[in-house]
């Protein structure tokens, strides 16, 4: 049973601490006993469009008195927009005065997403405004109802690769046609690069197109690191066409599975003391046996102060060998004077 006078008890006691004008609100939502004299203390300390707003959807009995008072401040597009929305009652008013309020394109399209009822009207005024890519973008990914006149509208205005990338990655019933549309294109790498991380289900067809048009080795990299099922076919194709050296290292420091095979090749190549310098300080796993490969390849004194910089387990050593190459010996002697 509610406790009228207990609520009342409360209410004095709440204007006396003060109220903001959101517990207000909620107070002439929830408790009707109060309610009169809250929405009186609120229009008393100035009452706001979105107090207004909040009133008109959540408490039909002031509906028409915070609606009358809404009009008379000028509401904004999107404020009205949002009446429209949740207000079926004051649906077809605040069409009109959203109109004469001059709605941005994103509004309109908000109303053609949401509000079904004027969803026609919507977006017949959205054809009106000049709508750019983005905005048919947003009726075919938001309003599957709309995705087909959307979609005649995107292709007149001759959308680019990525409008087209918007539609194969976010709307899957679109992708098909998309990704047609987006072959005519002549593709850049990047986006099929983008696809094949991107798009799983049309992966295969984009690493394929990749490949013709002739994948780099950037790409290459690209693909062993980040796409697991691709990875051994686009190490084929790596090691076939001949990898640089830095590709080499990117390939052992970043793709663990392939970092063996990549080792390999590069020692078959003949590993610089540069190579074994930057896998002694980037390659744990692969420390020891390029260290061993370095000392028997003559370092240079930099090299072995490299080494003493960044890898603490193999400082002594190192060190050892600077040593070496810093003792004066009696063969030195010979050579110089003979």
Known sequence: ?????????????????????????????????????????????????????????????????????????KPTANEL????????????????????????????????????????????????????????????????KMQEAAWKELLKKKPDVDDFMNLIKFVPEMRERAWEEFKKVRLSSDMLRRVIIEVPELRKEAWQYLREQGASNDDLCFIMKDIKELRHEAWAEFYKRGATREDLRFVMKNIKPLRGEAWLKLTDEGATNDDLCFIIKDIRSLRREAWERLREQDPTKNELEFVIKYVEELQGEAQELINKKNKVTLEQFKEVSS
Request: with cysteine; proline share 6%.
């Open 1 to 73: 049973m509610v406790d009228i006078k207990k609520i009342e008890e409360l209410w004095e006691q709440l204007k006396t601490q003060g109220a903001d004008n959101d517990t207000l609100c909620e107070l002439i939502k929830t408790v009707p006993p109060i309610r009169a004299k809250a929405f009186a203390l609120l229009k008393e300390k100035g009452i706001n469009n979105n107090n207004l707003r909040f009133i008109i959807e959540h408490v039909p009995e002031l509906r028409d008195e915070a609606w009358t008072m809404l009009k008379k401040n």
């Open 81 to 144: 927009k949002n009446i429209i929305e949740y207000v079926k009652p004051l649906r077809k008013e605040a069409w009109k005065l959203f109109l004469k309020a001059k709605p941005s394109h994103s509004e309109i399209r908000e109303v053609v997403r949401y509000v079904q009822e004027y969803r026609p009207l919507a977006w017949k005024q959205l054809l009106k405004a000049k709508p750019s890519t983005q905005d048919f973008l947003y009726v075919i990914r938001f309003v599957p």
